[in-house]
């Protein structure tokens, strides 16, 4: 990844602001790289799509003990799950639940553990009219 690649997952992250990660980012390339300070001219919009290509193969390394445990916490605490979108519940068992075991061992035994996620899944859209459907994973 480079600093295009940041510059445009941080612009996703800010049209999250304020709303569930459930629900898809719905904009238009243009409306992407104007709020990136971009020209609409093809080859920021050919750099755009490359961006979003490694965005949505690229994966995040967690290693961090207290990252681990915050997720560990989420999945096995009941009122805090309860607390949570059951959308937004119902995705992270789905997603995590599975290494939930595997997490709690390793953290009791003191052992590094890790878990890979990604940046961006389910990246579609409309070659002839721009408009972009992007999930933050």
Not at 59 to 64: M, V
Not at 73 to 88: A, D, G, I, R
Not at 102 to 112: N, Q, R
Not at 113 to 129: D, E, P
Request: with cysteine; aromatic share 8%; net charge positive.
């Amino acid at each position: 990844l480079n600093t295009f690649d940041e510059d445009v997952f941080l612009q996703l992250l800010h049209y999250m602001r304020g709303q569930t990660l459930l629900r898809p980012i719905i904009t238009t390339k243009k409306q992407l790289l104007t709020d990136l300070g971009y020209n609409d001219g093809g080859k920021n919009y050919k750099n755009l799509m490359k961006s979003l290509d490694r965005l949505d193969s690229a994966k995040l390394k967690i290693s961090s003990p207290h990252a681990l445990q915050k997720l560990y916490m989420l999945l096995t605490t009941p009122n805090l799950v309860k607390s949570c979108e059951p959308q937004f519940a119902e995705m992270i068992s789905k997603n995590f639940g599975g290494l939930k075991k595997e997490i709690g061992d390793a953290m009791a035994k003191g052992d590094d553990y890790f878990l890979t996620i990604g940046f961006i899944q389910n990246n579609g859209g409309s070659v002839k009219s721009g408009r972009l459907m992007i999930n933050i994973d």
